[in-house]
């Protein structure tokens, strides 16, 4: 067997090595917005994704109706891992900005108030659908830029931090 590419960690508890050629092999179909059919190995299987945090590689969804969370690991993380390293870095955040234009519908913090990576912030509503804007790194709200039932851009500063 080859060494593997990637690793993806299900639940915190099971890891699963693939290498590039498995990850190629599998069959994925988009059945609708955010619902995939999947055939891998011979089996068949129905995932819907309902988060991905891209600053964790992680990605929650429900694999034949069982939640499931899984952190994905590419070859970099595998390496400080393999050295005995730790990856963890923590992010200082100056602002929260709007990732698409929505109209603002609950402010989750205040100011003075310190955040931590991925705590909600703020909900969205873009295209008839909520978005939780969670905060990507740690940091205290330092302004909240925007009010409740206002709309705003793309790229919009929502809130300031310190």
Do not use: C, R, W
């Not at 995932?47 to 070859?75: C, H, R």
């Not at 913090?109 to 909600?120: H, I, K, L, M, T």
Request: charged share 25%; aromatic share 2%.
């Amino acid at each position: 067997m080859k060494t593997p590419n990637y690793s993806a960690i299900v639940n915190d508890k099971v890891e699963v090595p693939m290498t590039l050629e498995q990850g190629q092999a599998m069959d994925i179909v988009g059945t609708s917005e955010g619902a995939y059919h999947i055939l891998h190995s011979g089996k068949a299987y129905e995932a819907t994704v309902s988060d991905v945090n891209l600053d964790t590689k992680t990605v929650s969804l429900k694999l034949n109706g069982k939640a499931k969370t899984v952190k994905l690991q590419d070859e970099f993380d595998l390496l400080v891992k393999k050295m005995g390293l730790s990856a963890n870095v923590t992010h200082k955040v100056s602002a929260i900005k709007a990732p698409m234009p929505g109209l603002v519908l609950s402010i989750l913090v205040e100011p003075g108030q310190a955040v931590v990576q991925g705590e909600p912030m703020v909900i969205l509503e873009a295209m008839k659908m909520e978005n939780v804007i969670k905060s990507p790194g740690e940091g205290t709200v330092k302004k909240i830029i925007v009010s409740k039932g206002k709309p705003v851009d793309k790229g919009e500063v929502l809130i300031e931090m310190e």
